[in-house]
């Protein structure tokens, strides 16, 4: 089993419309919890980053964590074409050297 | 711009030969980090230098091996290339001892190695 599962997809949706990406994890020690944003032919973008449970918005992005069902999301509210990409989950233990990540969910949005 | 710039961006090599992948990183980043990514998935952690030392390492052989440089330079070396060593090579520089400590990593784009 891996330590983090995220659902590949792809995920396609109509412009404007409220996206849902999730990742659930094994391991308790996991403390801190970041999605990253990333573009075809890229490196990773860090587009949040939350180390307690509950919800963290910035923008039309909300983080949402709950570590008692070891369960991460990422909520993006209208939707836009810029928002094409994979996006990444990854956690990491307090004071660990590395993160560990999801596969990664390629989302579209269509105009 | 994330001030993380890698060489090259695009390499092929044969099985068995040995590379060498080279990152730039934003001065004062005194923690660079390396990830494999392979094709559709993930970066899987390779290993993290902390000025100049080796300071964590992932699930990876020996014949994977780094240096990290006073300049805030570092290199990434692999030996005896085998097909399975083809992916998207990241690097990552961040201001603390580790990426908690500062909440970002900064990403080069990374390069991609082909091992035919």
């Known amino acids: 089993q891996k330590e983090v599962e995220q659902d590949p997809g792809p995920l396609s949706v109509p412009e404007g419309a409220i996206v849902s990406l999730n990742c659930t994890y094994s391991?308790?020690?996991?403390?801190?919890f970041m999605w990253y944003r990333q573009y075809s032919r890229k490196g990773p973008e860090l587009l949040m980053y939350t180390y307690s449970s509950g919800n963290k918005e910035d923008g039309r992005f909300t983080a949402q964590v709950d570590k008692s069902s070891k369960y991460i999301s990422l909520f993006i509210r209208d939707s836009q074409p810029s928002d094409s990409a994979t996006y990444l989950c990854a956690m990491a233990n307090f004071g660990n050297e590395k993160l560990t990540f999801g596969t990664g969910t390629r989302l579209t949005i269509i105009p | 711009e994330t001030g993380v710039t890698q060489s090259p961006t695009h390499l092929i090599k044969t099985r068995g030969q040995q590379v060498t992948l080279r990152c730039s990183s934003q001065s004062g980043h005194n923690t660079v980090s390396w990830y494999q990514q392979a094709l559709g998935q993930g970066p899987q952690f390779i290993f993290q230098?902390?000025?100049?030392?080796?300071?964590g390492r992932g699930n990876f052989p020996p014949r994977f091996s780094g240096l990290q440089f006073p300049n805030y330079s570092s290199e990434l070396n692999v030996n005896a290339l085998e097909l399975d060593d083809s992916a998207l090579y990241l690097c990552?520089?961040?201001?603390?001892?580790?990426?908690?400590?500062?909440?970002?990593?900064?990403f080069g784009e990374g390069s991609r190695l082909t091992v035919l």
């Open positions: 391991n308790s020690a996991f403390q801190y």
């Open positions: 230098y902390y000025r100049e030392e080796e300071n």
């Open positions: 990552a520089s961040s201001l603390g001892d580790s990426p908690t400590d500062t909440g970002e990593l900064f």
